[in-house]
């Protein structure tokens, strides 16, 4: 079971920038996804998560407005589009599945990937 984030880069504050998470190696037919964020010297938080259909969205206070999460379940991808972006929004950003969006939402997803790094110049 693996999930590849990718997409993360240096940009500058109030640009843009698409995460990728690719999933393999199992189906997570049903399955819900999310991204987290870690910033340095800061615990993990929520960042935001999407159901197996697409049609229901949460977004942590911090991002609502600026960020919209995808799913391509044809290509087993999920997808994080950041606008507008500031400095506090550097971090490692881990993308997430769990069969419960409960779990991705307010507790730890049971599948995990390696984190891609965002940093924001001022």
């Known amino acids: 079971v693996q999930l590849q984030a990718s997409g993360g880069g240096l940009v500058q504050a109030g640009g843009s920038l698409r995460l990728s998470c690719a999933a393999s190696?199992?189906?997570?037919?049903?399955?819900?996804m999310g991204w987290f964020r870690q910033a340095p010297g800061k615990e993990r938080k929520f960042v935001a998560a999407?159901?197996?259909?697409?049609?229901?969205?949460y977004y942590g206070d911090s991002v609502k407005d600026r960020f919209t999460i995808s799913r391509d379940n044809a290509k087993n991808t999920m997808y994080l589009q950041m606008n507008s972006l500031k400095p506090e929004d550097t971090a490692l950003y881990y993308c997430a599945a769990d069969s419960s969006l409960g779990q991705l939402r307010f507790g730890s997803p049971d599948y995990w990937g390696q984190g891609t790094l965002v940093t924001v110049s001022s």
């Open positions: 999407i159901s197996w259909s697409g049609g229901s969205t």
């Open positions: 190696g199992r189906t997570f037919s049903g399955y819900g």
